[in-house]
Nanobody, 124 residues
Framework: QVQLVESGGGLVQAGGSLRLSCIAS????????MGWYRQAPGKQRELVAR???????NYTDSVKGRFTIDRDNAKNTVYLQMNSLKPEDTAVYYC??????????????????WGRGTLVTVSS
């Protein structure tokens, strides 16, 4: 069984910083992409940032220059450093990974996995 667990959310004032972490665990053989999405109240879930196994990254325009995504492949972990936070960044942040794992019979399977989310609240 594979799971993603996020941490690092919380309440911060506008202009402040937070660092989110997401750890993937289970019978993981390899991880392709890891990324962060967010969903604000009444809005659809949107991509924030995503990184490939090779290290390339892409960001949604609204966070460019403020957020940085990086990953530690050895630890199956992805981070999101969020600086200069704005009230409009308030949302539940979800970790996502596209990975290959070993099923109970030892066969490789590809899977997209979501974490349960961590709440980020930015006060004005």
């Amino acid at each position: 069984q594979v799971q993603l667990v996020e941490s690092g959310g919380g309440l911060v004032q506008a202009g402040g910083s937070l660092r989110l972490s997401c750890i993937a665990s289970g019978s993981i053989l390899s991880i392709n992409t890891m990324g962060w999405y967010r969903q604000a109240p009444g809005k659809q879930r949107e991509l924030v940032a995503r990184t490939s196994s090779g290290g390339s990254a892409n960001y949604t325009d609204s966070v460019k220059g403020r957020f940085t995504i990086d990953r530690d492949n050895a630890k199956n972990t992805v981070y999101l450093q969020m600086n200069s936070l704005k009230p409009e960044d308030t949302a539940v942040y979800y970790c996502n990974a596209v990975l290959r794992y070993s099923d109970p019979w030892g066969s490789p399977r590809d899977l997209g996995v979501w974490g349960r989310g961590t709440l980020v609240t930015v006060s004005s």
